[in-house]
C-alpha cells in the first residue's frame, strides 16, 4: 500500500509565532565596525535580514528613530507588505517609528496617513516630558526627551534586539543602546543582545558573560556633564546611576526563553541569521502571557511623566541612537 503524503497545512501559528509580539529594534553603527571588517551597508543589510525574519514570523517593530533617506524603511515597508495578513486590524500597525523631542517626522504628511491607513507603518514624535529644560538646543532637554522616549518605546514593546551602537554618546545620558538595553531589561522584557557588530552591544555581552569587568566598560557608566544636574534637579527624569544592577545575567536569560546553551549561542552568534533564529525561537518558547505582560508592567507613573504638548517642538532632526 502506497505510504500517503501528509497534505496538513501549518497552522497558523506555527508559521507565524510571534504573532502579535511586538519587538524593539536597536541596531545602529558601531566604533568597531573597521576593525571587525563591516561597513556602514553591513548594519543596513543587518537591520533589514532581522526585520525579515522577524515580520515573517509574525511580530510587529518599534523603532526609535524616524524614516531615514538611506532606504532603510523603505525597504522593510515592503518586507512589511509581504508578510501583512489580510484583514489586519489598522490599531495595530505592523511598524512603529517612534522619534524623540524635538525631531519632527521627515516623510511627508499625506503619505504617512496612507501607510497608517493601511496598517503599515505609524510615525509619532513623544514630547519632552515637563521640566524646567525646554529649548531644542539644550544637551539636558535632549537628554531627557530621549529617556522619555526610551521609557514609552518599552511600554509599547514586549521584548527588545540589541545590535551594535556607540559606545560614547553624543546625545542622552548613556549610550544610546545600552539605556533602550537597561528599560527593557527593567520591565522584565526578553532582551537579546548580539556581539558581532562590536559597540556598546558587545560591552554589554561582556559585562553580561563576566559580571567582574563592568565596573570598568565605560558605556555602562553615564555622561557626566549632562547627568548630574539633570539627575539633582529631576531624578524621576533620569535612569539610575548604578545602570549595569538592572541586567542580571541569569534572570536575562530564564526571561529570554532560551536554555543556557542557546542563550550563550545568542551572545556569540557571529551573524545575524543564527541570531535572529535565537531571537524568534526564544520569544516562541515563551508562555503567552509572559510574553505580553511586560506592556502592562510599565505604568506611566513609575516611569516619569507624561509629555505635556507638542507645542514645544521644531523642525530640528535627530536620531535616538
Known sequence: MAKMENKTKPTESS???????????????????????????????????????????????????????DGIMAAISRIAVKHQPSGQCTSEPMIQNLLPWPTE?????????????????????????????TSPTDLIARAIALTHLRRELARRTQARVCIGGKEKS???????????????????????????????????????????????IAALKPIAAVYNPAASAAPELVPPKDLFN?????????????DPDDWTRLLGASDVAPFAALVIRGLSQRPPKAASASRKSAEPSKRGPRSTSKKRTTKKRGSSS
Open 170 to 216: 553624543s546625545q542622552g545620558f548613556y549610550a544610546g543602546i545600552i539605556e533602550e538595553a537597561w528599560t527593557a531589561a527593567a520591565d522584565k522584557q526578553p532582551l537579546y543582545v548580539a556581539s558581532f557588530l562590536g559597540g556598546a552591544s558587545a560591552r554589554l555581552v561582556e559585562a553580561i558573560q563576566n559580571t567582574q569587568k563592568a565596573d570598568s
Open 15 to 69: 508559521s507565524r509565532p510571534l504573532d502579535g509580539i511586538a519587538v524593539g529594534i536597536s541596531v545602529a553603527n558601531s566604533e568597531d565596525l573597521d576593525q571587525l571588517g563591516y561597513t556602514v551597508d553591513d548594519v543596513n543589510r543587518v537591520t533589514v535580514r532581522l526585520s525579515e525574519a522577524l515580520l515573517s514570523a509574525g511580530a510587529r517593530l518599534v523603532f526609535g528613530h524616524d524614516w531615514r533617506r
Open 246 to 258: 538592572g541586567f542580571d545575567p541569569d534572570q536575562l536569560q530564564q526571561n529570554s526563553g532560551l
Open 105 to 133: 517626522p521627515m516623510l511627508d504628511a499625506e503619505v504617512r496617513a496612507d501607510l497608517e491607513k493601511r496598517g503599515l507603518i505609524k510615525i509619532e514624535q513623544i514630547g519632552l516630558p515637563e521640566c524646567q529644560w
